[in-house]
């Protein structure tokens, strides 16, 4: 049972609309959520990341929200831009004494001009 | 400039054959990993080293070694190639060991075919 969901395997928006990602997550242990950005042809890159002490993470146009009681969270991409299309991977490690990211299976965003 | 060098590629290989992926980093970091990326697999945690010693693996298969030969490199050599080996291969590493405290830097991957 992966303990990292996404639930959406591809998303596609309009450019200048907000593009939501979902991600849910099992370990109630996880408490640092890091989204990575993937273009085709090169390795994932941390974009943004929360932990379970907040419930809002914002970085210019892209942003977490966190629920810990239903153990789900978002990432916000508002005025979405071509180059925005990538896959985008949800991940959560318990930070203590923890040495790996578990990652959920991406969410293709295609955004369209 | 890449900071972290992953070498070759693209690999082809036979069934039954072995293979060696080279991973050079050049961020003076102290943990190294690999993670692995099947088609319809989520990125998948292999091995984790720090300062060359072998932190944690997570890969049931013998035939999956990795070798570091100095602070910086972490190579991944895999023996009896099977078709399901087939992913792309990525290195990673950070400052040190601990992911919530260190962000996690990947290479572009080894994508390898195994026929």
């Known amino acids: 049972q992966q303990q990292v969901r996404q639930s959406s395997q591809s998303l596609t928006v309009w450019e200048g609309e907000t593009a939501i990602l979902n991600c849910s997550y099992e370990?109630?242990?996880?408490?640092?959520f890091p989204w990575y950005q993937q273009f085709p042809g090169e390795g994932p890159a941390l974009l943004i990341a929360?932990?379970?002490?907040?419930d809002k993470k914002e970085d210019g146009r892209f942003t977490i929200f966190f629920n810990k009681r239903e153990k789900n969270l978002s990432l916000h991409i508002k005025d979405s831009q071509p180059g925005d299309s990538a896959t985008y991977f949800c991940a959560a490690s318990a930070s203590s004494g923890s040495w790996q990211l578990i990652f959920g299976s991406g969410t293709q965003l295609t955004v369209m001009p | 400039d890449p900071k972290i060098i992953q070498k070759p590629k693209y690999l082809v290989a036979v069934t039954g054959s072995e293979k060696i992926l080279i991973c050079e980093q050049y961020?003076?970091?102290?943990?190294m990993y690999w993670y692995r990326q099947s088609a319809k697999k989520p990125l998948e945690f292999m091995f984790s080293y720090s300062y060359q010693k072998l932190m944690d693996n997570q890969t049931a298969s013998s035939r999956f070694q990795p070798q570091s030969s100095k602070k910086n490199h972490l190579d991944l050599q895999i023996t009896a190639l099977k078709p399901d080996d087939s992913a792309t291969y990525f290195c990673?590493?950070?400052?040190?060991?601990?992911?919530?405290?260190?962000?996690?830097?990947f290479g572009a991957g080894t994508r390898l075919s195994v026929l």
């Open positions: 990673a590493s950070s400052q040190d060991l601990g992911v919530g405290q260190n962000t996690l830097y």
């Open positions: 929360i932990r379970s002490v907040s």
């Open positions: 370990n109630s242990a996880f408490d640092y």
């Open positions: 961020l003076g970091h102290n943990a």
